[in-house]
């Protein structure tokens, strides 16, 4: 299965000369924890980073830093994993365990961001495709009870 049947599309992003705090509304607003960080003025918006509440909480609350005193490009992660969206999904899902991380960046063959994928969305199509072929198969087992009993 490719990368580009299961990502979600319209990733939220930001610039990463913007500050911490509109990065922080920019989470509530969209009820997210992980922002894509591209260049200031790269209308294809390629990944140079990302940032999650987690990088928030860490890296400016715990350690008592001015949030106003910070911009995007001074908390975020740089060279995240990236997932070209015609790559195979469990390639993908082998290289987030290896890397340690749950969400993960999709590009597409010009390095434009046109998704995110989760390890929880991955999870959900791998829970169907599983209950898909349980179903085939008692189904199956139902058609050769009959034969046998017909």
């Known amino acids: 299965m490719k990368i580009s049947e299961v990502c ?21 607003e969209h009820h997210v924890g992980f922002l894509i960080v591209y260049q200031l003025g790269d ?6 980073g990302v940032l999650t509440d987690r990088d928030l909480v860490v890296e400016v609350m715990a350690t008592q830093v ?14 995240p ?15 987030m365990r290896l890397a340690g991380v749950r969400r ?26 599983m209950c898909d072929i349980t179903g085939s198969i008692k189904h199956e087992q139902r058609v050769e009870r009959r034969a046998r009993a017909g």
């Open 8 to 28: 979600r599309r319209g990733a939220i992003s930001i610039a990463n000369s913007e500050g911490i705090r509109a990065a922080a509304r920019l989470m509530r």
């Open 43 to 48: 209308d294809l918006r390629r990944p140079i």
């Open 66 to 79: 001015d949030p106003e005193s910070l911009k995007v490009d001074d908390v975020m992660t740089r060279t």
């Open 81 to 95: 994993v990236l997932a070209n969206e015609n790559e195979d999904l469990s390639d993908l899902l082998e290289a």
């Open 104 to 129: 993960v960046p999709v590009v597409d063959i010009r390095g434009a961001l046109t998704g995110v994928i989760a390890t929880d969305d991955a999870l959900d199509i791998i829970t169907t495709f």
